[in-house]
C-alpha cells in the first residue's frame, strides 16, 4: 500500500498545529492558576504584615512574612518562565535555577532562626543534636547556593547576546 507524501504533509502540520495549540492553553491554565495563586499569596503576605505591625511581632513572625514574600517572589519567577516559554516555544533553566536559590535562601532563613531558638535555654543531647543537623544543613545549603549563582553566572556568560534569559 503506497502512502501519499502530500496526505502525510497534511496530517503532519495538522498534528503539529493541534500540540502546539493544546500546549498553549495548558500554558494558559497553568499561567492562570500561578497568577491566582501569586495573588492570594501576596494577600497573605499582606495580612501577616499587618497582623505583625498591630502586634508588633518579633523575629518569629517576621520571618514568616519573609518567608511568604520568598515564596510569592518564587511563583512570579515560574509565571515568568511559563509566559516567556509560550511566547519563544523554548524553556530555559536559568529561571529554574533561580527559583531553587530563592528556595535555597528560604531555607537558610528558617534554620537559622530555628538554630537561634534552639541555643536559648540548656544545652541538651537533643537540642545539640538538632545544632550539629541544622548546621550540616546550612553547609550543604552554602554549597547549593554557591553552584547555582556559579551555574547563573556561567550560563549568563555563554550567552551570545549577553541578554538575560527569557528577556524579549
Avoid: N, W
Avoid at 500500500?1 to 503532519?12: F, I, K, N, S, V
Avoid at 544545652?123 to 538538632?130: K, N
Avoid at 553552584?147 to 549577553?162: C, G
Wanted: glycine residues 8%; contains cysteine; aromatic residues 4%.
Amino acid at each position: 500500500m503506497a502512502t501519499d507524501p502530500e496526505h502525510e504533509g497534511r496530517l503532519t502540520r495538522m498534528s503539529a498545529f493541534v500540540f502546539l495549540h493544546t500546549e498553549h492553553a495548558v500554558y494558559a491554565a497553568l499561567g492562570l492558576l500561578l497568577a491566582t495563586t501569586a495573588i492570594l499569596a501576596l494577600i497573605d503576605a499582606t495580612g501577616l504584615l499587618v497582623g505583625a505591625i498591630r502586634e508588633l511581632g518579633g523575629s518569629a513572625k517576621l520571618l514568616e512574612i519573609v518567608d511568604r514574600l520568598l515564596f510569592l517572589l518564587m511563583l512570579v519567577e515560574i509565571l515568568h518562565t511559563v509566559r516567556v516559554s509560550m511566547r519563544s516555544g523554548k524553556l530555559t533553566c536559568e529561571p529554574f535555577l533561580i527559583v531553587g536559590l530563592i528556595a535555597s535562601i528560604r531555607r537558610v532563613l528558617v534554620i537559622t532562626l530555628q538554630s537561634s531558638e534552639v541555643m536559648h535555654g540548656a544545652l541538651t543531647p537533643e537540642r545539640e543534636m538538632l545544632f550539629r543537623a541544622s548546621m550540616i544543613e546550612l553547609g550543604v545549603l552554602a554549597g547549593l547556593i554557591l553552584t547555582m549563582v556559579v551555574s547563573i553566572f556561567l550560563l549568563h556568560r555563554a550567552r551570545d547576546d549577553q541578554e538575560v534569559a527569557g528577556q524579549e
